[in-house]
């Protein structure tokens, strides 16, 4: 008998890639080349369907995360140490930087609520994401990423028409491609937040906790194709509130704060109301999301206990949470660190996505291996990986 739609882990990766920084990229993107890049949206969903597909179904079958496949089968010593090294230094202390950004984004949307940015706002925040994951409860924590991202769709997309949108030129910019001058570097940004590496671990060890049967595997993919078109949605809300608002008016904003507050004149108090809404829920999904997942990564991949109420699981989350909390906190600019994850996570993806890859194919998938298609499909999604990791890595060494 087919069981109805539920939402599970692919809720957790999209509330992981719609963050505070989606959220200005978007806005930016929007402010600067109206609805002319929504195209880029539509790709950087479809690679991340195909990606993330991967990494379920390695999850349910092999009841394995990423980080414990990679571990486990890749038996040449060089290369093992290499990709731990890798992943220890990318998804780690990257994640610590990023947990940064998504406090001080949730404490945004809080000040444009109460009217005010207090430095307790980000301690408070953090205290409430490691609560949530001190509980130990995957349910609870899917639960609450699944409240959020619900949230979220409806503040951004309530905005969306609140400034009402000009359809035809929305219709154009999601199905026509097009590179208006000096859009690339915004289409790089728009694909690299949403293609995110981290999530990866993320679902493939969530999945594995939610689902125990290859059997399943429906279940895992019928989850989703609903849940990272709804992500895509959300950013697509955010490029158009923008453009509407913004683009070819002699306007500017330089972040998410200034766009919810620009759009009183435009759309009144709601639409105010309902971007500092969204923004504070994009910051807390990220928040929980960014620590759970390097938690998964690092387990896997120095074979620590993936129980979330494991001491080593508990004790990687708190760093994130912490340093996070630091950052955001003294308003610190970590402009080294940045440097470094963004290196890090420019080499991250297209080497994930080849290990994810390559465990698709291994022999432990039984015959669930990927086809030629799925092949066909994750290497055209790997080569853009590549093409954006290099100019990932060439932007921070100033090469070009």
């Given amino acids: 008998m087919r069981k109805g739609f539920s939402f599970g882990p692919a809720t957790l990766v999209a509330a992981a890639f719609i963050g505070p920084g989606t959220v200005v990229t978007a806005s930016l993107a929007g402010a600067n080349y109206g609805y002319a890049l929504l195209w880029a949206l539509v790709f950087s969903v479809l ?59 949730a404490s945004m949307g809080v000040a444009g ?94 999945s594995a906790k939610k689902w125990q049967q290859p059997e399943q595997l429906n279940e895992a993919r019928r989850d989703l194709w609903v849940s990272i078109p709804l992500g895509g ?25 200034d766009l919810s507050q620009s759009l009183q004149p435009l759309a009144g108090d709601w639409a105010t109301w309902l971007m500092a809404l969204g923004l504070f829920a994009a910051g807390l999904s990220s928040s929980i999301t960014a620590p759970l997942a390097s938690a998964y990564a690092l387990s896997g991949i120095l074979g620590r206990s993936g129980d979330l109420k494991g001491l080593p699981f508990r004790l990687t989350w708190i760093g994130i949470i912490t340093i996070g909390v630091i950052i955001a906190s003294l308003q610190i600019k970590p402009v080294t660190v940045i440097w470094f994850a963004q290196v890090a996570n420019g080499l991250l993806l297209p080497i994930m ?37 290099a100019r990932s890595v060439g932007a921070a060494l100033q090469l070009w």
Wanted: hydrophobic share 60%; proline share 3%; aromatic share 8%.
């Fill in 47 to 105: 690679a991340t369907m195909i990606l993330q597909e991967m990494a379920a179904r390695l999850g349910v079958v092999t009841q394995q995360g990423l980080g414990e496949a990679i571990r486990k089968q890749v038996k040449q010593p060089l290369l093992r140490w290499g990709a731990i090294v890798l992943v220890v230094a990318a998804v780690i202390i990257g994640n610590s930087v990023y947990q940064g950004g998504n406090l001080t984004g």
């Fill in 113 to 206: 609520v109460i009217g005010e940015q207090a430095a307790w706002l980000p301690i408070v925040l953090g205290g409430l994401a490691a609560g949530l994951l001190w509980r130990g409860s995957y349910v609870l924590l899917e639960r609450v990423l699944i409240g959020l991202v619900l949230l979220m769709s409806l503040t951004f997309v309530a905005t969306f028409l609140l400034v009402q949108p000009d359809w035809t030129a929305f219709f154009k910019g999601l199905l026509v491609p097009s590179l208006p001058t000096g859009s690339v570097l915004t289409v790089i940004a728009l694909i690299g937040t949403t293609v995110v590496p981290y999530n990866l671990f993320l679902h493939a060890a969530s």
């Fill in 233 to 257: 949605l959300i950013s697509v809300a955010i490029v158009s509130t923008a453009a509407a608002a913004f683009f070819g008016k002699a306007l500017s904003i330089e972040g998410a704060a």
């Fill in 353 to 389: 996505a080849l290990f994810l890859v390559w465990a698709c194919n291994h022999k432990m998938m039984g015959g669930y291996r990927n086809s030629w298609r799925q092949n066909v499909l994750a290497l055209v999604v790997v080569l853009v990986a590549v093409g954006l990791g």
